[in-house]
């Protein structure tokens, strides 16, 4: 099976006002478009369980003196007719679960040409703050007017679930961020519960571990075709290498390590082309095998 073809039509600028890139999946328009990007991580704080040993061999991994990583947040968007589709939203307002680079989408879509009203559906792979809670503006008004918004219904339940506001810490933030957020498209919700295709050549396929309901998508048809990964893995230099490494976040750290080894595994054997939510900007790549793990060969 040959690999996935991506082409080039015109690439934005990479600054914090005009992320995106513009690329074809087939015959799809396609384009990351940036929420901008996190602070730097400490690799021994995002991955705990991680053995002083291993760490010791991610200095030629990370190029960040071994000691910390970088993620960016791609958000993707389909311009097929009919369509026009947003994978991901980044955080929006909040400053409480962000950073000072972050929350840079809609001026990112607006550098693209890429208008608010436009977008007619959105697909989030998951409710966590820096993927849905760029879905409303600063007064909670939908920043999509227009859109359809499709969410794992578990991660729906889980995370819009009012009992858990008792929990306190991050967790009864991250249900108020979720219930603001989703609840203002309650009558423009679809809750994803099974893998198969829920637009023209896009295909939700079930991917949990990180998250309760965690879904991962693929994009194309045929040979070329595109997955966008979301939270199954954080690093590409990494997790790559090491599929094994699940990170601090991870709901359940077994059931995502499992996940990310199933995923990758897929792409390489199938020569498909994937997109990671957090890898360098703009995340297209493809997954190769290296030895007993994988490596990323970024494509732009």
Sequence with gaps: MT????????????TPENGWFRFRIGQIEATVVSDGRMLPHGIADFFP??????????KD????????FSMEQNCLVLRYPGHVVL????????????WEHSGLLLRCLTAAGIATAEVTEVLLTHAHSDHAWGLV?????????????????LDFDHW??????????????????????????????????????ILPETLAVASPGHSPGHYSYVIGLGQERCMFLGDVAHSAPLQLAYPDWSCAYDFDPIQ????????????????????????????????????PAYRFEAMT
């Excluded at 503006?137 to 219904?153: I, S, T, W």
């Design 3 to 14: 690999d996935t073809e991506i082409r080039v039509d015109n690439p934005g600028a990479r």
């Design 87 to 98: 994978f991901d939203t980044g955080v929006g307002t909040d400053r409480a679960y962000s």
């Design 49 to 58: 369980d991680i053995p002083k040993s291993a760490m010791d061999s991610t």
């Design 256 to 291: 995502a390590a499992q996940t990310r080894q199933t995923l990758l595994e897929r792409a390489a054997a199938e020569g498909m082309t994937v997109i990671g939510y957090h890898f360098n900007f703009p995340g297209i790549g493809r997954v190769l095998r290296h030895g």
């Design 160 to 197: 819009t679930d009012e009992k858990k506001l008792s929990l306190g810490g991050f967790t009864a933030d991250f249900v108020r961020g979720a219930r603001r957020n989703l609840l203002a498209y309650q009558d423009r919700l679809t809750l994803l519960d099974s893998d198969g295709e």
């Design 61 to 68: 991994l990370t190029g960040v003196n071994g000691t910390h």
């Design 137 to 153: 503006d600063a007064e909670g008004v939908p920043n999509f007017p227009q859109a359809r918004v499709f969410v794992p219904r």
